[in-house]
């Protein structure tokens, strides 16, 4: 069963890109949110994380905020 | 056991490992990522060859670049060590160790942060340090950017675009940034120029909800500002931490003569680590070809 992957964004952070890269180069799939551009998206990620750094993923259900490789790579499996 | 190993792949690291791979030196690259700060840097005007041109692309180019040449390139990988032992060096990661003949630390420098109360509570909920991450999330919103100099000011400028009101606080008298950028920032209607502050003290609940400052000179009167983003730049500290035994400067940076030796045979430092005249992209990149024609000079010396 294919993994629910949200990434929270912005398009000027090295970080964001480097994440979705990564998750690019594994065939993962993932909604993409511009919270630069998106006040309901952006409200639902600090609302969601607790904070305001970029970015911030979400895997079914379970935040990991910055680009935290290995943590990911945990979460889902690969 | 390899010839050399560069550490860190900013502007001075990429730059060596094109010297070192058209020299046909066996090396490997060991760093976090490509790009090194120039992915952080927002706007760049003043790169030879590009009017303009953002930091990510640049980055993006110096890796094409890097990429044209088949070479060792661990990415991803953070090194903790370099020890030093009898003309060979053991670098450790953590992912494994590495011996070689001589190594190149480009390590490049990490944000300075300002030490005073509130900045670690509200780290990421709303204290920045960098504007080029984080600076679209206070869209609408009243910031703060400290410090006076080119980043401080590329983070004004970015953020007068989206921000409600900005607040740009400088401890000294005067904005040290290049001429072009203090021109533009002035004609800024939304952005207050404080020079002569300190800031004192970050408050707020869950975020942050304002600044307290106070004036350096005079009457030393106290001002609060209420801003929901707080965008640090004042500068860097050198990443000079995994080597020991090496002559530093009271900042920390590694000291090199001009051609890039440290004060340890066959370890050579480039950029931003280094105690360097000026840390800019174009300098870095100067530095680590110089770095890359050193080796090469040592280890004909020393075969």
Redesign the interface.
Known sequence: MEKKVKVYA?????????LKDFLDSNKIAYEDFN???D?AR?EEM?ARS?????PVTEIDGKII?GFD?EAIKQELGI | MRECIVIGGGPAGISAGIYLARKKIGFSIITE?V?GQT??S?DIENYVGYQYIS??EL?GKFRAHLRDFSMDLKE?EKVYRVMHDRGTFTVTSDRGEYRTKTAIICTGSRARELNIPGEKDFR???V?Y?A??????F??KNVAVIGGGNSGLDAALQMVR?AGKVYLVEQKQNLSADRTLVERILRERTCEIITNASVEEISGD??VRGIRIRNTVGSRAERILNVEGVLVEIGAIPNSDLVDGVEKNEAGEIVVDCSVKTSIPGLFAAGDVTNVYKKQIIIACGEGAKAAMAVSEYLNLHK
């Not at chain 1, 912005?10 to 480097?18: H, Q, S």
């Not at chain 1, 607790?50 to 970029?54: A, Y």
């Not at chain 2, 080029?132 to 999330?137: A, E, F, Q, V």
């Open positions: 912005t398009a000027t952070c090295p970080y964001c890109r480097m919270v630069g551009t006040p952006r600090i607790g904070q305001m750094g970029v905020i490789r | 990522n790009g992915l952080w927002g930091g990510t980055a991803g990421n909920k709303g920045t960098c080029t991450c984080d600076g679209p999330l869209a609408g989206i869950r975020f």
